[in-house]
């Protein structure tokens, strides 16, 4: 078989795990009103691009070229980085006045720097904002001005197959048909792709799937392939190439990350005034829930332009009833639940505490349900701009299981995931349960979930490695689950640069 020839639009496939990331960004920069410290000419600018890792430390990972006599630099060389969502990559661009041939740095005059993170570049597509000296006072004059291209071939193919009058090869039955596409490599053929088996048929239809031109031909749409479908007399086929939009393209294009905090507040938490309590914050402002506010929070903000998030409880007892509630802001205004950032949403956490009761039981519906209200408005709306991620801190077991799933499983065909982090010591069988990873969640009746949206992890086991290690386990799938959701349902993003 022959690798049918696509049209050469752009084609997205959600982009990869962190562990084996290929998504890159080339970084595109400009400069406006730079200092002139050339005494008989104009500046000659270069920008320096570092990253920081940890600390205070910084290291250099490329710089563009050299503009000589220009106070308005428009660089040509891109600066590609590897781009990873579930991690805060901070970045500082430098710009200095180069004066030597070698562009050494110990020579030049420093005109200005720029400190952001990779993740507000590309959800801003377009970043411009003032340089500033080393100690972050003005530097005088000077702005800069950085725009963001993914880099990477999202093509991929959409097949769909069938097959007539196969051989019937088993004894007691019809054949169990299924097909497996390969890769042509240097050391031979590579599996790409298999189809799912269908049982006891001899004229089969398969799903419609798609393979990426990676996967498939290596990009290369004049490479054969091999198709397998053994016992086959008659294969029939057909391919086309599709729009299948990248997380980076849904972001870029305007799609706003809406991210949601629940707090358990139930009795098993303990007394917060006791050093034993999970809710005891102690002197230096630490304990497990704030942790994972902090790490999650943290990525996420770069990703809502307004940064304003809203914060819930569940499982206390509230004044000024003192009835429990499953669903309270805790900043205590229902008719505006949002706090201002990540700071924010902390300060609130801190000034619920000694307000409110901790009873129970531990239930998850109610928040979940809340959150999908407006997943499920935003779905109206036709296109791709929002989508919704809750964050559910809790200590224990959770009471209203039932129901629980049944709310995820509704909630897996809206704009929606949900993260959850088990604090404590507690037994977590039930939320690995609702993470969906070893097979498809059912509903209490048998309905199954469209897709897994739920990502479980226990904090223990970053207790050592940190909050960034913590944020990249529990947010590595939201790219996938984004995009994938989206491109489910054929929506596009609010500004759609890309040829159709």
């Not at 007691?172 to 048909?177: A, R, V």
């Not at 398969?206 to 053994?230: H, T, Y």
């Not at 639940?337 to 009761?357: H, M, R, S, T």
């Amino acid at each position: 078989f022959i690798c049918p020839t696509p049209t050469m639009a752009a084609v997205g496939a959600p982009p990869p795990r962190a562990t084996d990331c290929v998504t890159k960004v080339a970084l595109t920069i400009s400069c406006d009103n730079l200092l002139d410290m050339d005494a008989f000419s104009k500046s000659d600018p270069m920008c320096v691009l570092r990253m920081n890792t940890s600390g205070p430390h910084w290291y250099e990972i490329c710089r563009t070229e050299k503009i000589q006599n220009c106070l308005n630099p428009r660089f040509s060389k891109s600066l590609v980085l590897d781009y990873y969502f579930e991690v805060v990559q901070k970045l500082r661009f430098e710009v200095y006045d180069i004066d030597t041939e070698n562009c050494s740095l110990e020579e030049a005059d420093f005109l200005g720097q720029m400190e952001c993170t990779l993740g507000q570049i590309v959800s801003s597509s377009k970043l411009t904002k003032p340089l500033v000296r080393r100690d972050r006072t003005p530097a005088g004059s000077g702005t800069i001005t950085i725009c963001a291209e993914e880099q990477t071939d999202n093509r991929v193919v959409a097949f769909e197959a069938a097959a007539r009058k196969l051989d019937k090869k088993d004894f007691f039955g019809k054949s169990d048909p299924f097909l497996e596409f390969y890769k042509q490599t240097e050391t031979g053929w590579q599996l790409a792709h298999r189809t799912e088996v269908i049982k006891n048929n001899l004229n089969p239809t398969w799903k419609p799937f798609r393979i990426s031109m990676q996967s498939l031909c290596g990009g290369d749409v004049e490479k054969l392939i091999k198709v397998n479908c053994a016992i086959s007399k008659n294969f029939t086929r057909q391919s086309s190439t599709v729009k299948e939009y990248t997380f980076l393209d849904y972001i870029m294009g305007g799609c706003q990350i809406n991210f949601t905090i629940a707090i358990d507040f139930t009795g098993s938490n303990g007394d917060p005034k006791s050093p034993r309590s999970l809710h005891y914050i102690n002197p230096q402002g630490y304990n497990e829930y704030l942790a994972a506010i902090w790490a999650v929070g943290n990525v996420i903000q770069d990703y809502d332009s307004d940064k304003m998030f809203p914060a819930f409880g569940f499982g206390a007892q509230i004044p000024p009833t003192w009835q429990v509630s499953h669903e309270f802001p805790i900043n205590f205004n229902p008719a505006n639940p949002f706090c201002a950032g990540v700071e924010g949403v902390v300060l609130a956490y801190q000034q619920c505490l000694p307000q409110v009761k901790l009873y129970g039981p531990t239930n998850f519906a109610p928040i979940i349900n809340h959150v999908a209200h407006f997943g499920r408005q935003a779905l109206q709306q036709q296109t791709a701009s929002q989508y919704f991620v809750l964050l559910i801190i809790t200590d224990g077991v959770i009471t209203d299981m039932d129901q629980t799933r049944s709310a995820i499983v509704n909630a897996s065909r809206l704009p929606m995931s949900i993260i959850i982090v088990g604090v404590g010591g507690a037994d977590f069988e039930a939320m690995e349960f609702l993470d969906g990873d070893d097979g498809t969640l059912r509903s209490a009746t048998g309905e199954a979930a469209l897709r897994d949206i739920v990502q479980f992890v226990p904090f223990r086991q970053f207790t050592n490695a940190g909050s960034a290690a913590l944020a990249q386990c529990v947010l590595a799938e939201l790219p996938d689950q984004m995009a994938s959701f989206f491109n489910l349902f054929d929506l596009k993003p609010p500004s759609d640069s890309c040829p159709s």
